[in-house]
């Protein structure tokens, strides 16, 4: 995949030897993920990641995953900030999306107000408001909260209760958390049923928490609060939607304070909306 001939750039297909790189290009922009993340997102689709070179150098990413045959998600567009101005953004994006709809899939993402501006003009559509939340140590109360460990053994039962909230099966990403952060994954059952759970994971800048679901609102303090009683970080990032009425009270409650928003937008049909009202923390722009 070549860019112009007036470009001196050349998108490709992301390969493991590009993660030194792909890091270092996420510490210029200062965003939470990690060096195994560039591992996790590349796992979920070795054709759909993709990075811009010029003069032999990566100097730009993007991510993409499919979530079955319903919709895709891009994520992870980065460029070096003293490459940017010069249309590597843009090309990278269309990579992605390209990749997406050449499945025949709908295309997802979490925009900042920033690129919003962007995205309105390759035709996407606004689906609804998004945020971060972000908190300091707090300190979980004490005492048993009914909520048991989550292990691979329970994928099947987490992948059937998540699949009609996030509007499609994203067994891949489950199991991944799982994986690499085995005692970060909780649930909830009540006579039996799961009416919850919650995953988190370890970030370069903060502690992250999400997904996080739950059909209510007990069962949603319950877990939160087991998890901030398994891992105390000194910093905390909750991604909320808004369609959820109940999480940002909820977290504003215990000290989170908002941080900054986003917008999901869609391109194509939006078919599988999924239920964002029992979406108390999403996976994060780069995932949904």
């Not at 493991?16 to 965003?31: A, I, K, N, S, T």
């Not at 919709?71 to 460029?79: D, E, L, Q, R, Y």
């Not at 049923?193 to 970030?203: D, F, K, Q």
């Amino acid at each position: 995949m070549s860019a112009s001939d007036s470009i001196s750039f050349r998108v490709r297909i992301m390969k493991e030897e590009d993660f030194p790189r792909c890091h270092w290009l996420r510490q210029q922009v200062g965003w939470n993920q990690t060096l195994a993340d560039w591992r996790r997102f590349l796992g979920y689709d070795p054709e759909g990641c993709f990075v811009a070179e010029k003069d032999g150098l990566v100097v730009g990413t993007v991510c993409t995953i499919s979530y079955e045959r319903k919709f895709g998600w891009v994520a992870m567009v980065i460029v070096d900030p003293a490459q940017q101005r010069q249309g590597i953004g843009t090309f990278l994006l269309n990579a992605g999306i390209e990749h997406l709809e050449a499945k025949g899939l709908a295309v997802k993402l979490d925009a900042t107000p920033q690129g919003k501006l962007l995205y309105d003009t390759l035709g996407f559509v606004d689906e609804y408001g998004a945020a971060r939340y972000e908190a300091g140590r707090i300190d979980a109360p004490a005492g048993d909260l009914g909520c048991e460990e989550l292990s691979l053994d329970d994928l099947e039962e987490l992948e059937v209760f998540d699949k009609p909230i996030f509007g499609a099966s994203r067994q891949p990403v489950l199991r991944s958390y799982l994986e690499i952060y085995p005692k970060l994954g909780l649930c909830r059952r009540e006579n039996g049923r799961m009416t919850g759970y919650i995953l988190a994971r370890e970030g370069s800048n903060a502690f992250h928490i999400g997904p996080w679901t739950a059909t209510n609102t007990d069962c949603g303090k319950r877990l939160l609060f087991a998890m901030l009683q398994r891992r105390q970080p000194e910093r905390t990032f909750i991604d909320i939607v808004e369609p959820n009425l109940h999480a940002i009270p909820m977290l504003e409650s215990l000290g989170f304070a908002f941080q900054r928003p986003f917008i999901r937008m869609f391109k194509g049909r939006n078919d599988y909306p999924g239920l964002p009202e029992f979406v108390y923390g999403m996976s994060g722009p780069e995932l949904g």
